[in-house]
């Protein structure tokens, strides 16, 4: 398929972003892809209404403003969001987190990784971290095993047939476990690496570790709860069929608590926060942790 050939308008896509205290900044980032999608719906998990915000976002003309006036969590949000979409007839739903800014031509260029083939289920495009750039691989198009939902173009037929997102894992490893879901069903997760996404994944600091460069995520100490609760969950769910993905999310968790004893802020409150998403694992325990804000 040659680049290009594949355009936006012969698919009908709409667009979700979840918000949660949004900075001022979100109305820039929305306007780099709101007039490349036929709907946006704005989903405010923020625990109070902004009048400001809703007035701004309804302005915009093709924008919907959903909020229940807490916080469901992301994967609630975007069920919401994706029965909405396919109610109202679109086929493809771009899912974006607040601080995230789409690059020109970011959804003509994922469209061209799409084929006749029905079993993409999700195309996501490269995500290039403001603190910490990487080189863009040659190649356009290449299949993952796991993608982040930030900029993901859902197919909502295949949303449809594996059953939405898992809302009982309310934020962290929503994304990883659709993909792995959406693998196990016959579904494919693609990168389109020439369409590229900007953000900033967690608050990123760089350190050097005998000499290596290092970036400790600085992550709040209930989002390692609910990553820690929720990765462990899903390696008794799917280790078995994608064990080498496993085996480097086991490194990527001993890296973070490494990172976190040596360089970040609350070590002692964040490592009992990890602990206790393990416990909660274990009870088999979902709830939203108590003092979520």
């Not at 308008?9 to 918000?19: E, T, Y």
């Not at 919401?80 to 601080?99: C, F, K, S, V």
């Not at 001993?254 to 393990?278: N, T």
């Amino acid at each position: 398929m040659q680049e290009g050939t594949r355009k936006t308008n012969d698919f009908k896509i709409a667009a979700a972003v979840v918000l949660f205290r949004p900075p001022e900044s979100v109305i820039q980032n929305i306007e780099t892809y709101r007039c490349d999608v036929g709907v946006l719906y704005v989903f405010d998990n923020s625990p109070w209404f902004r009048s400001d915000f809703a007035e701004a976002f309804r302005k915009l003309g093709n924008v919907k403003y959903l909020t229940k006036g807490i916080n469901i969590g992301i994967a609630a949000a975007l069920n919401i969001a994706a029965h909405r979409a396919r109610d109202e007839g679109y086929h493809y739903l771009l899912t974006m987190d607040q601080d995230s800014a789409a690059s020109d031509e970011m959804l003509a260029r994922m469209f061209d990784c799409i084929d006749d083939d029905e079993t993409i289920g999700l195309i996501t495009p490269f995500h290039q971290d403001r603190n910490a750039p990487k080189l863009i691989p040659e190649n356009k198009c290449e299949p993952l095993t796991v993608a982040m939902s930030s900029g993901s173009l859902l197919n909502l037929q295949a949303h449809n047939a594996v059953g939405g997102f898992t809302e009982k894992l309310f934020i962290d490893y929503v994304d990883t476990e659709y993909c792995l879901r959406l693998k196990l069903q016959g579904f494919r997760v693609i990168r389109s690496n020439k369409a590229i996404l900007t953000h900033s994944l967690g608050n990123f600091t760089v350190r050097k570790f005998f000499g290596r460069t290092v970036y400790p995520y600085n992550h709040s100490p209930i989002r390692l709860y609910y990553q820690s609760r929720n990765r462990f969950y899903l390696r008794r769910l799917y280790g078995s069929a994608f064990p080498d993905y496993f085996r480097y999310d086991l490194k990527l968790f001993l890296g973070g608590i490494v990172k976190i004893i040596l360089y970040e802020e609350q070590p002692l409150a964040k490592l009992a926060m990890v602990i206790r998403g393990l416990i909660a694992f274990v009870r088999n325990d979902f709830s939203v942790f108590q003092s979520q804000e």
